[in-house]
């Protein structure tokens, strides 16, 4: 991967001197950055003897070197061929911004194959198709065929499947003052991906935060395990998230999963920040260029008490906790006001302290002060008629020395929103090397995400522990013999992961479900056994209370009427005789295969109503204790699990148990692609499965 950002030669296939071809701005771009390392052009038609003094050839075999890396700027058709050529030659890497592969159509996905096929023939890497491929500021090199000027150097680097995403990321960049590392647009991805550029820039020491822009995730557990392993931040926005096309719902969690929410969720355990408007990959790298916030306790400061409101109300909102710096740092603050007519405290009223000065002694105080883990700080610098008065020091004193010193002195995050005329800002950001912030909501919001994510970078990476008795061979065995939509046969596999259901019994006659409730003991549940009623109590095939051989033999009757009304012609295959459970809380737990993550298990509040109140948590499988009984406590339903309104409080520990069980399950076996429990009783002690579902392939 080093030799994409660092080759020391390049040969640029299909250069021309033609005014429109579009390989010569490439090299337009390359000269322009001051790229150092030898530049060759290939081009079989040309006669030219040099484009922009490089030299050409007509063939790579002509080359008075192998050039560590070739960019392919050519019709989709003339592709392949110039991929066997440059493997011929002993090319090992290319980077291919041509389109007409994937995205075009089937002559394009056929295309798309020979590409493929004769990199892997010469064990070829490359970047692309259709995509702006490689920069990189440390060197001047830029492969992008529109004409750029080199932005800013700095700490961000971008891996893109949109190349014109990208290119207007760096415009945003430009007017914030943030510098740029590295780029990659990775377009099509059909050989190297983000998941090999994440983790080379997790390496390169040039980059500080890593920006990605994707439509697609093909590899998720790829990305994440990269993700949890790299110290640095990783923000991703993820786009194409309305995609039309519904599923067929075999069960509830089939109704109530959300690519979006498990994408979330995979995130959250991979320490990947998420954002959802394009402009906070700008927003978030300011928090990140500002020094580690280590804690939650937050100094808000500001001559206006408005905005102190105002920053009160935001830093609630998003969970600092607001410092006590001490008696004595107040004491020592109060000796700055003029008047002395504004009570000091936190959030910091500066209205009275009109001495540049003080302000920078604040800065220091605070920042220094053991109980305080980072400041903000709103100002503004107003158009105002020239003079000399107070307001005019106040409001127009450089203080960026004494600011950025304060925070290298403490290693302690200031975030700084300064409100002015618009030229003025954007000069101030140049000349400033500490982020301004735009807004009070962009500054508090990003810095929260900052903290938070080093919060996470300090506890105890995840690890999924796998609970005793789970008969795994077992389970395998019992898969073997099904296939398709399983019922409440489900229950026997789960018993075999150590998960408790009420005795039962199949019964195909009256007769039997007689028998069966008496062997059971009343008061028996009778569920209807067919293939046709997926959800039983839409079907009318769901009668509890049972107390007597005569209401067993009523219901057995009344259940299959029920279920020829819900579906003439459906298959009857008996009654599932159930004992009765105890009351309880009735929960829910399901899981499915992800196309990009793998299983996922959901959980929460169950019951018939659970689609409509979609009150559910969900983690990749598989996962631990910890981790489901932190998200158990996000969901609505929880309260009621602690036993609200004098209720006896569910067996917690228990639920969780049961819920890591299954995510073992899932992971164990992923041809289970759904699985639906629902209800999962919840009592004062101990869980229970009272019904499932499954869908299992071969």
Not at 398 to 426: H, N, W, Y
Not at 535 to 541: F, I, L, R, T, V
Not at 588 to 599: N, S
């Amino acid at each position: 991967m080093e030799k994409f950002f660092y080759p020391e030669s390049i040969v640029i296939l299909g250069l021309s001197a033609k005014e429109n071809n579009l390989s010569r701005l490439i090299l337009g771009n390359l000269i322009r950055w001051g790229y150092s390392g030898r530049i060759f052009g290939v081009n079989p038609r040309s006669e030219e003897r040099h484009v922009d003094g490089i030299k050409m050839y007509r063939h790579v075999a002509e080359l008075p070197e192998v050039p560590d890396l070739a960019v392919a700027l050519l019709p989709a058709r003339f592709i392949p061929e110039a991929v066997r050529s440059c493997g011929m030659f002993g090319i090992s890497r290319m980077a291919i911004p041509s389109g007409g592969f994937n995205e075009a159509g089937e002559a394009g996905k056929q295309l798309a194959e020979e590409l493929q096929g004769a990199a892997r023939e010469y064990n070829i890497r490359f970047i692309g198709p259709n995509g702006l491929t490689i920069v990189n500021t440390a060197n001047g090199l830029c492969l992008p065929f529109t004409p750029l000027y080199c932005p800013p150097k700095g700490g961000m680097s971008i891996i893109t499947q949109s190349g014109g995403m990208g290119l207007f990321l760096w415009n945003l960049m430009a007017d914030q003052n943030i510098g740029l590392a590295k780029f990659a647009s990775i377009g099509n991805k059909l050989n190297l991906n983000e998941v090999d550029f994440l983790k080379y820039f997790a390496r390169d020491p040039e980059t500080k935060i890593i920006c990605l822009y994707v439509e697609s995730i093909t590899d998720g557990r790829a990305l994440l395990e990269a993700a949890a392993q790299c110290e640095k931040p990783v923000v991703i926005y993820k786009s194409n998230t309305t995609r039309a096309g519904g599923r067929a719902a075999m069960s509830h969690t089939a109704a109530i999963s959300n690519d979006e929410e498990i994408i979330d969720a995979a995130f959250e355990r991979a320490g990947i920040i998420r954002i959802h408007s394009f402009h906070d990959f700008i927003s978030v790298t300011k928090a990140f260029s500002l020094p580690a916030m280590r804690g939650k306790r937050i100094m808000a400061m500001s001559p206006a008490g408005g905005f102190s409101v105002i920053m009160a109300d935001l830093c609630d909102k998003a969970g600092f906790s607001f410092a006590d710096p001490g008696q004595p740092f107040y004491d020592e603050i109060a000796k700055f006001g003029n008047a002395g007519i504004i009570n000091v405290g936190n959030p910091l009223d500066m209205g009275d302290m009109y001495d540049p000065k003080s302000t920078a002694d604040i800065f220091h105080l605070a920042l220094h002060n053991d109980n305080v883990d980072g400041a903000i700080f709103i100002n503004q610098w107003p158009r105002m008629p020239v003079g000399d008065d107070i307001f005019t020091r106040m409001f127009h004193t450089d203080l960026s020395q004494e600011t950025m010193g304060a925070v290298r002195s403490s290693g302690k995050p200031l975030g700084v929103c300064l409100f002015g005329p618009s030229d003025t800002i954007t000069r101030i950001k140049h000349n400033l090397s500490i982020p301004i912030f735009d807004s009070p909501e962009e500054m508090i919001r990003t810095l929260k995400i900052q903290q938070e994510f080093y919060q996470r970078k300090s506890d105890e990476p995840f690890s999924p522990s796998r609970p005793q008795a789970i008969y795994r061979e077992d389970a395998a065995a019992w898969l073997q013999g099904h296939r398709g939509i399983c019922g409440e046969e489900t229950i026997d596999l789960l018993g075999l992961y150590g998960i408790a259901a009420p005795a039962a019994h199949l019964a195909k006659s009256v007769e039997d479900a007689v028998l069966s409730a008496r062997a059971i003991g009343y008061p028996v549940v009778m569920k209807v056994v067919s293939p046709d009623a997926v959800h039983k109590s839409e079907a009318g095939g769901v009668m509890i209370g049972l107390r007597s051989d005569v209401e067993v033999a009523e219901t057995y009757a009344k259940i299959g009427s029920n279920l020829a009304a819900y579906k003439p012609g459906a298959q009857f295959e008996g009654v599932r005789i159930i004992r009765m459970a105890p009351p309880g809380y009735d929960m829910f737990v399901g899981g499915r295969v992800d196309d990009a993550f793998g299983p996922v298990v959901f959980f929460g509040y169950g019951g018939i109503y659970v689609e409509i109140f979609n009150d559910t948590e969900r983690a990749l499988c598989p996962t631990n204790h910890d981790e489901i009984t932190a998200k158990l406590g996000r969901l609505k339903s929880y309260s009621m699990l602690q036993g609200a309104r004098g209720q006896k409080k569910g067996d917690m520990a228990a639920f969780t148990d049961l819920i890591v069980r299954v995510s073992w399950l899932l992971a164990d076996f992923p041809q289970i692609r759904e699985l639906d429990l629902n209800p999962v009783r919840v009592f004062g002690e101990g869980v229970m499965a009272l019904d499932g579902r499954a869908r299992i392939t071969g």
